[in-house]
């Protein structure tokens, strides 16, 4: 059973930065893909940055794309999202998911292994 914690979360000025930890532990064999989702109130779970683990490729959406960056470290099982030049709109709940069985990478019902959350909020 893949278990996955989050931490990194906190509050942060627009324009600000912030890095959030994904570790992962109970899978020997690895898994494929790692996504970070995020999730505000009242709207529906958005993808924001996938990592393909077997050779590093990585993905984002045009919101976030050249603010955000997905990294990984094999040997800590640790995945990173870092988040720079912050926004108002970037706050909300930051999930960690892994293992897509199928499916668009930022499809969330796509994962099967998902993270309790960590909250970013991002204040004027």
């Known amino acids: 059973q893949v278990q996955l914690l989050e931490s990194g979360g906190g509050s942060v000025q627009a324009g600000g930065s912030l890095r959030l930890s994904c570790v992962a532990s109970g899978y020997p064999g690895g898994v494929n893909y790692v996504a970070w989702f995020r999730q505000a109130p009242g709207k529906e779970r958005e993808g924001v940055a996938c990592?393909?683990?077997?050779?590093?490729?990585?993905y984002y959406p045009d919101s976030v794309k050249g603010r955000f960056t997905i990294s990984q470290d094999s040997a800590k099982n640790t995945v990173y999202l870092q988040m720079n030049s912050l926004k108002l709109e970037d706050t909300a709940m930051y999930y960690c998911a892994a293992e897509k069985s199928y499916g668009d990478r930022f499809e969330a019902l796509a994962y099967k292994y998902w993270g309790q959350g960590t909250q970013v909020t991002v204040s004027s």
């Open positions: 990592i393909y683990t077997g050779n590093g490729m990585t």
